[in-house]
């Protein structure tokens, strides 16, 4: 699988928004379902959402739901993540990566075995 990279963070303020976007940096035979994760200092690392390998299932983590919209073009090798009405609390870097096994039912695990992601991109929001 080519590795991903993350991009698209930065500093916000409360109520703002930020596109970040996951790429594949090599040649990638077949999509695979992708899922956007993120870890705070001092927390676990925490599923955000996932998109399957068409683009046409997509599930989020009730923290997130209703605030940040998964897509995909596949053209593109890019997945795309768009968070809006950032609270502080979602101050984390954010990873894409690849899932062995991807949930799109409520209440289940976004995302088991996740792997191939990058350096993460940072999402800061802070007044």
């Known amino acids: 699988q080519a590795q991903l990279v993350e991009s698209g963070g930065g500093l916000v303020q409360p109520g703002g928004s930020l596109r970040l976007s996951c790429s594949a940096s090599g040649f990638t035979n077949n999509p695979s379902a992708i899922a956007w994760l993120r870890q705070s200092p001092g927390k676990e690392r925490e599923g955000v959402s996932v998109i399957s390998s068409s683009g046409s299932r997509t599930n989020y983590a009730n923290s997130v739901k209703g605030r940040f919209r998964i897509s995909r073009d596949n053209r593109l090798k890019t997945v795309y993540l768009q968070i809006s009405n950032l609270r502080p609390e979602d101050t984390a870097i954010y990873y894409c990566?690849?899932?062995?096994?991807?949930?799109?039912?409520?209440?289940?695990?976004?995302?088991?075995?996740?792997?191939?992601w990058g350096q993460g991109t940072q999402v800061t929001v802070s007044s």
């Open positions: 990566a690849y899932c062995a096994i991807a949930a799109f039912t409520p209440g289940e695990e976004l995302c088991v075995r996740p792997s191939g």
